[in-house]
């Protein structure tokens, strides 16, 4: 049930804090005290790819420290301009995969919904940042060819929300959506994939988890964290509030050169999502966009980053380590060297 008094995280002015979310470049690298030299590559990076980071959680960044795992995520910088051999526009098949604007249909028993383009966040390693939203996404009146394909298809037991990220819709909007879902009735389960709690925990409000409370399919949440220094207390908070309301949390992590490539940064991840209520999901080898090279971590490395969390963790909080390929049936896992 939802709890009768409001958590410190659940606010009605989300909207509105991440209207003020940071923009420039230059007033990112003041407020963090970083070198100025910095500037010209952010900027020529963000004309690309711009820049967007909620203030609370640039306030989770180590003011002077140009490495600092969180920075690295949503910094613009000169290695984004490199063109990388191998790199592409659409790493995962994206496009090929939609019978109709907005609707993929990867996967047996489930399809996906990009409900919007817009992020709370702008990660600089997204393999939807060159992603066509204007030609593929769906707006209000055209939700109902994806609801009919879903509905003629009795196969379909689950719809993923996705986007962009799905909660920077209204939640007026999302219960509309998920209203209609649940008329379906061969539909069993929704998942939501989103970025938000973290980002931005206010975004868990009242009317986020009224619906949600409400919703008669069971119902997963799967949030994307990649460094424990993400997740402090308002965070744990929206978190536990979210799982309060019966939704099953998982977290997909991408592994990240420089930012989460050591056992240290996996392992304290992992603690700290389970003491938030979520179980890791999947770690994700980066999926090839261009201009996110930099970020990409050797399979032998990943590998053995994976043998040593069995070592030093339960196995429920040792996440699948996976790659994503165009014309897969499903994430492929890289549990041996035999796939390397």
């Not at 958590?7 to 230059?26: E, N």
């Not at 390929?325 to 492929?332: P, Q």
């Amino acid at each position: 049930m939802i709890p009768h008094t409001t958590p410190a995280c659940q606010t009605d002015s989300w909207q509105k804090t991440l209207q003020q979310a940071i923009r420039d470049p230059a007033e990112l690298l003041a407020l963090l005290e970083l070198p100025r030299e910095l500037l010209p590559a952010a900027r020529r990076a963000a004309s690309r790819f711009p820049l967007r980071v909620p203030r609370g959680y640039a306030s989770r960044i180590q003011k002077g420290d140009p490495a600092d795992p969180l920075l690295l995520q949503i910094l613009p910088l000169q290695q984004e301009m490199q063109t990388t051999p191998g790199y592409h526009a659409d790493p995962v098949g994206d496009v090929a995969a939609m019978p109709l604007p907005g609707l993929l249909h990867k996967y047996a028993g489930r399809v996906l919904l990009i409900t919007t383009g817009a992020c709370g966040i702008h990660c600089r390693y997204c393999f939807r940042r060159d992603f066509p939203y204007a030609a593929a996404r769906p707006d209000q009146g055209e939700w109902q060819a994806a609801l009919d394909y879903i509905a003629a298809d009795t196969s379909i037991r689950e719809v993923i929300l996705s986007g962009g990220d799905p909660l920077s819709l209204s939640d007026a909007r999302l219960a509309e959506l998920v209203q209609r879902l649940e008329a379906i009735p061969h539909l069993q389960r929704l998942r939501l994939h989103t970025r938000f709690p973290v980002i931005l925990p206010e975004r868990v409000n009242r009317k986020l988890l009224t619906w949600l409370a409400r919703c008669r399919l069971q119902k997963i949440m799967v949030v994307h964290t990649n460094h424990a220094n993400e997740i402090d207390r308002p965070v744990t908070e929206a978190l536990r509030t979210i799982g309060k309301q019966g939704v099953t949390l998982l977290n997909q992590a991408v592994l990240l050169r420089g930012i989460n490539d050591n056992p240290e940064a996996l392992c304290g991840l992992s603690e700290s999502l389970f003491t938030a209520g979520v179980l890791p999901y999947y770690l994700h080898q980066l999926d090839k966009i261009q201009g996110a090279s930099h970020f990409a971590v050797e399979d032998a490395t990943a590998v053995d980053l994976l043998q040593q969390l069995r070592q030093q963790l339960p196995g429920y909080l040792v996440p699948r380590l996976v790659r994503e390929l165009t014309g897969e049936a499903a994430k492929i896992p890289l549990e041996s060297r035999n796939f390397l």
